[in-house]
Protein backbone atom coordinates (compact mmCIF):
# COMPACT_ATOMS: atom_id res chain seq x y z
CA UNK A 1 0.00 0.00 0.00
CA UNK A 2 1.19 3.65 -0.89
CA UNK A 3 1.81 6.39 1.89
CA UNK A 4 -1.05 7.92 0.16
CA UNK A 5 -3.53 4.43 0.29
CA UNK A 6 -2.16 4.56 3.60
CA UNK A 7 -3.60 8.04 4.62
CA UNK A 8 -6.71 7.57 3.10
CA UNK A 9 -6.69 4.14 5.41
CA UNK A 10 -6.78 5.87 8.24
CA UNK A 11 -8.82 9.42 7.09
CA UNK A 12 -11.81 6.62 6.67
CA UNK A 13 -10.93 5.17 10.14
CA UNK A 14 -11.53 8.14 11.92
CA UNK A 15 -14.83 8.93 11.09
CA UNK A 16 -15.54 6.45 13.84
CA UNK A 17 -14.69 9.25 15.98
CA UNK A 18 -17.17 12.22 14.31
CA UNK A 19 -20.49 12.59 16.28
CA UNK A 20 -22.84 14.44 14.08
CA UNK A 21 -23.90 17.57 14.96
CA UNK A 22 -20.83 18.64 17.10
CA UNK A 23 -18.16 21.27 16.24
CA UNK A 24 -14.82 19.68 15.56
CA UNK A 25 -10.98 20.84 15.72
CA UNK A 26 -9.50 20.23 12.56
CA UNK A 27 -5.55 20.13 11.38
CA UNK A 28 -3.54 20.62 8.42
CA UNK A 29 -2.30 18.88 5.98
CA UNK A 30 -2.27 15.83 3.55
CA UNK A 31 -3.52 13.05 5.99
CA UNK A 32 -6.18 15.61 7.22
CA UNK A 33 -7.16 16.32 3.60
CA UNK A 34 -7.80 13.21 3.22
CA UNK A 35 -10.01 12.74 6.47
CA UNK A 36 -12.01 16.04 4.84
CA UNK A 37 -12.60 14.61 1.56
CA UNK A 38 -13.77 11.60 3.69
CA UNK A 39 -16.05 13.44 5.68
CA UNK A 40 -17.36 14.83 2.63
CA UNK A 41 -18.33 11.79 1.55
CA UNK A 42 -19.44 9.88 4.68
CA UNK A 43 -22.90 12.29 4.95
CA UNK A 44 -22.16 12.91 8.41
CA UNK A 45 -23.43 16.46 9.78
CA UNK A 46 -21.08 18.35 11.70
CA UNK A 47 -22.81 21.66 13.40
CA UNK A 48 -19.14 22.92 12.36
CA UNK A 49 -15.65 23.17 12.31
CA UNK A 50 -12.42 24.97 14.03
CA UNK A 51 -9.70 24.90 11.65
CA UNK A 52 -5.87 25.33 12.19
CA UNK A 53 -4.76 27.23 8.60
CA UNK A 54 -5.92 29.03 6.23
CA UNK A 55 -5.02 25.70 3.62
CA UNK A 56 -7.74 23.77 5.98
CA UNK A 57 -10.26 26.90 6.06
CA UNK A 58 -10.41 26.63 2.40
CA UNK A 59 -10.75 22.80 1.93
CA UNK A 60 -13.53 22.88 4.68
CA UNK A 61 -15.68 25.06 3.14
CA UNK A 62 -15.01 23.86 -0.31
CA UNK A 63 -16.29 20.74 1.29
CA UNK A 64 -19.45 22.56 2.59
CA UNK A 65 -18.47 22.30 6.48
CA UNK A 66 -18.86 25.88 8.47
CA UNK A 67 -15.88 27.04 9.83
CA UNK A 68 -16.28 28.38 13.18
CA UNK A 69 -13.93 31.38 14.65
CA UNK A 70 -11.86 29.32 17.25
CA UNK A 71 -12.43 32.30 19.82
CA UNK A 72 -16.62 32.11 19.41
CA UNK A 73 -15.73 28.04 20.31
CA UNK A 74 -15.44 27.27 24.16
CA UNK A 75 -14.79 23.51 24.49
CA UNK A 76 -14.18 21.03 21.78
CA UNK A 77 -14.67 17.31 22.24
CA UNK A 78 -11.54 16.42 19.23
CA UNK A 79 -8.91 17.61 17.89
CA UNK A 80 -7.79 15.67 14.54
CA UNK A 81 -4.52 16.69 13.13
CA UNK A 82 -1.90 14.23 11.52
CA UNK A 83 1.53 14.40 12.55
CA UNK A 84 5.22 14.69 11.42
CA UNK A 85 6.40 12.05 14.00
CA UNK A 86 4.68 10.51 17.09
CA UNK A 87 6.81 8.85 19.78
CA UNK A 88 5.38 5.61 22.45
CA UNK A 89 3.85 8.55 24.81
CA UNK A 90 1.76 10.16 22.27
CA UNK A 91 4.24 13.64 21.85
CA UNK A 92 4.40 14.73 18.17
CA UNK A 93 6.76 16.86 16.25
CA UNK A 94 4.63 19.11 13.97
CA UNK A 95 4.60 22.17 11.46
CA UNK A 96 5.84 20.42 8.35
CA UNK A 97 3.20 22.19 7.37
CA UNK A 98 3.95 25.66 8.87
CA UNK A 99 0.59 25.25 10.84
CA UNK A 100 2.24 24.40 14.01
CA UNK A 101 0.93 27.97 16.54
CA UNK A 102 -3.29 27.56 15.04
CA UNK A 103 -2.78 23.61 15.26
CA UNK A 104 -1.64 24.32 19.15
CA UNK A 105 -4.17 27.08 19.55
CA UNK A 106 -7.01 24.89 18.38
CA UNK A 107 -5.60 21.61 19.95
CA UNK A 108 -6.04 23.83 23.39
CA UNK A 109 -9.53 24.08 22.82
CA UNK A 110 -10.28 20.25 22.44
CA UNK A 111 -10.49 17.01 25.54
CA UNK A 112 -8.91 15.25 23.30
CA UNK A 113 -6.59 14.87 19.98
CA UNK A 114 -6.83 11.80 17.40
CA UNK A 115 -3.57 11.88 15.84
CA UNK A 116 -4.10 10.11 11.96
CA UNK A 117 -0.73 9.36 10.29
CA UNK A 118 0.85 6.41 8.29
CA UNK A 119 2.97 3.68 10.25
CA UNK A 120 6.30 6.25 8.89
CA UNK A 121 5.16 8.66 11.39
CA UNK A 122 5.81 6.21 14.28
CA UNK A 123 9.74 6.49 16.16
CA UNK A 124 10.97 5.46 19.05
CA UNK A 125 12.40 9.13 19.87
CA UNK A 126 11.51 12.59 18.03
CA UNK A 127 13.70 14.60 16.27
CA UNK A 128 14.66 12.79 12.89
CA UNK A 129 12.52 15.04 11.40
CA UNK A 130 13.67 18.73 11.32
CA UNK A 131 12.03 20.18 14.50
CA UNK A 132 9.63 23.31 13.45
CA UNK A 133 9.65 26.74 15.37
CA UNK A 134 7.69 29.92 14.34
CA UNK A 135 9.66 32.74 15.13
CA UNK A 136 9.61 36.19 14.92
CA UNK A 137 12.14 37.53 12.28
CA UNK A 138 13.86 39.64 14.54
CA UNK A 139 14.98 36.67 16.92
CA UNK A 140 15.67 34.15 14.06
CA UNK A 141 19.09 34.32 14.02
CA UNK A 142 19.31 34.23 17.87
CA UNK A 143 17.25 31.30 18.23
CA UNK A 144 19.40 29.77 15.68
CA UNK A 145 22.56 30.29 17.94
CA UNK A 146 20.69 28.72 20.94
CA UNK A 147 19.46 25.61 18.71
CA UNK A 148 23.63 25.33 18.25
CA UNK A 149 24.26 25.07 22.43
CA UNK A 150 22.19 22.43 22.02
CA UNK A 151 23.86 20.91 19.30
CA UNK A 152 21.28 21.41 16.82
CA UNK A 153 21.54 22.89 13.37
CA UNK A 154 18.83 25.55 13.04
CA UNK A 155 17.85 27.41 9.58
CA UNK A 156 14.89 29.61 8.62
CA UNK A 157 12.82 27.93 6.35
CA UNK A 158 12.83 29.53 2.55
CA UNK A 159 9.50 29.08 0.04
CA UNK A 160 10.10 27.70 -3.48
CA UNK A 161 11.35 31.40 -4.35
CA UNK A 162 14.24 31.22 -1.88
CA UNK A 163 12.54 33.91 0.57
CA UNK A 164 11.61 33.32 3.98
CA UNK A 165 8.48 31.17 4.09
CA UNK A 166 5.64 33.61 5.39
CA UNK A 167 3.23 31.67 8.03
CA UNK A 168 -0.46 32.55 8.18
CA UNK A 169 0.54 34.91 11.26
CA UNK A 170 3.15 36.62 9.22
CA UNK A 171 5.94 35.07 10.87
CA UNK A 172 8.79 32.94 9.93
CA UNK A 173 9.93 29.10 10.32
CA UNK A 174 12.80 27.84 11.66
CA UNK A 175 13.79 24.23 11.43
CA UNK A 176 15.78 22.15 13.90
CA UNK A 177 18.23 19.32 12.84
CA UNK A 178 20.09 16.48 14.67
CA UNK A 179 17.89 16.88 17.84
CA UNK A 180 17.36 13.68 19.80
CA UNK A 181 14.35 14.57 21.87
CA UNK A 182 13.94 12.59 24.64
CA UNK A 183 12.30 14.31 27.14
CA UNK A 184 10.01 16.29 24.83
CA UNK A 185 7.64 18.08 27.63
CA UNK A 186 10.83 19.13 29.18
CA UNK A 187 12.31 21.00 25.54
CA UNK A 188 8.73 22.26 24.84
CA UNK A 189 8.91 24.41 28.14
CA UNK A 190 12.57 25.11 27.55
CA UNK A 191 12.38 26.61 23.97
CA UNK A 192 8.60 28.25 24.16
CA UNK A 193 10.30 30.63 26.97
CA UNK A 194 13.05 31.33 24.82
CA UNK A 195 12.21 35.24 23.47
CA UNK A 196 11.33 35.68 19.92
CA UNK A 197 9.68 32.38 20.10
CA UNK A 198 5.79 31.87 18.82
CA UNK A 199 5.43 28.31 18.90
CA UNK A 200 7.62 25.29 19.26
CA UNK A 201 6.43 22.53 16.82
CA UNK A 202 6.44 19.64 20.01
CA UNK A 203 3.06 18.96 21.11
CA UNK A 204 3.73 17.07 24.40
CA UNK A 205 1.22 19.56 26.32
CA UNK A 206 -1.12 18.76 23.60
CA UNK A 207 0.16 15.10 23.25
CA UNK A 208 -2.35 12.57 21.15
CA UNK A 209 -5.16 10.82 23.25
CA UNK A 210 -5.27 8.25 20.62
CA UNK A 211 -3.09 7.76 17.46
CA UNK A 212 -4.87 5.95 14.10
CA UNK A 213 -1.67 4.24 12.29
CA UNK A 214 -2.44 3.08 9.28
CA UNK A 215 0.07 0.27 8.35
CA UNK A 216 0.27 -2.19 5.52
CA UNK A 217 -1.70 -4.82 7.76
CA UNK A 218 -4.71 -2.85 8.49
CA UNK A 219 -5.13 0.52 10.87
CA UNK A 220 -3.31 0.05 14.46
CA UNK A 221 -5.34 2.11 16.95
CA UNK A 222 -2.70 3.53 19.68
CA UNK A 223 -3.88 4.48 23.22
CA UNK A 224 -2.05 7.07 25.26
O1 LIG B 1 2.26 20.50 9.70
C1 LIG B 1 1.66 19.67 10.40
O2 LIG B 1 1.67 19.68 11.65
C2 LIG B 1 0.92 18.56 9.71
O3 LIG B 1 -0.10 18.07 10.52
C3 LIG B 1 1.92 17.47 9.40
O4 LIG B 1 2.57 17.20 10.57
C4 LIG B 1 1.28 16.22 8.84
O5 LIG B 1 1.23 16.42 7.49
P1 LIG B 1 0.90 15.19 6.48
O6 LIG B 1 -0.42 14.62 6.96
O7 LIG B 1 0.81 15.88 5.15
O8 LIG B 1 2.02 14.21 6.59
Avoid at 55 to 66: E, F, H, S
Avoid at 182 to 201: F, K, N, R
Wanted: net charge neutral; with cysteine; charged share 15%.
Amino acid sequence: LSQDALKAQVAQAALAYVRPDTILGVGTGSTVNKFIDALAASGIRLRGAVSSSDATTARLQAAGIAVLPADQVQALEWYIDGADEIDGQGCMIKGGGAALTREKIVADLAAKFLCIADASKRVQVLGTFPLPVEVIPMASANIIRRFARLGGQASVRLNPQGHPLVTDNGQHIVDVRGLRITAPLALEDEVSAWPGVVTVGIFAHHRASVCLLGAPHGVQTLRF
